[in-house]
């Protein structure tokens, strides 16, 4: 199987989790009523996102080199994906008025995001070309 692929795998594995847990997590700060829907998915969110940057780094990506740098860019892609996030899922609310699947809509325009960010720009495995060759 190509890097890749298993790449893409795991990825998948750890956002099912990071979904499972953001979703919990929503549904459990909505039915205790300690948070409005919209509220909820902007908390669920950061949790899922804790768990999805330790997840990703350590069984997705390998990467073994860990720098303050990662965590940062890491915070500014979950910045800009946990605004898309709020806005797709408060829009979507809006319209429809259904938890489901405004947070299904959110979490797929946020996925889509976080893997680009992570796969080209934070967890990126550099070229280096032999000077031999």
């Known amino acids: 199987m190509s890097k890749n692929f298993i790449e893409a795998y795991r990825y998948i ?13 929503y549904y459990i700060f909505i039915n205790l009523n ?12 950061i949790i899922g996102a804790l768990f999805a940057f330790f997840a ?5 990506f390998q990467v073994r080199e860990k720098k303050i740098s990662q965590f940062f860019y890491f915070c500014v892609l979950y910045l800009i994906s946990f605004i898309l996030n ?3 899922h408060d829009l979507v609310y809006f319209l429809l008025n259904n ?3 405004s947070f299904l809509s959110a979490t797929a325009a946020s996925t889509l995001t976080n893997y680009v960010g992570q796969k ?8 280096y070309i032999n000077k031999n060759d």
């Open 13 to 25: 594995l750890v956002g099912i989790c990071s979904v499972a847990i953001d979703f919990i997590f």
């Open 34 to 45: 300690i948070f409005d829907p919209n509220n909820s998915k902007r908390l669920s969110f």
């Open 56 to 60: 990703n780094r350590n069984y997705v």
């Open 86 to 88: 709020s806005v797709i």
């Open 99 to 101: 938890t489901f699947v």
């Open 120 to 127: 080209f720009i934070i967890y990126r495995k550099k070229n």
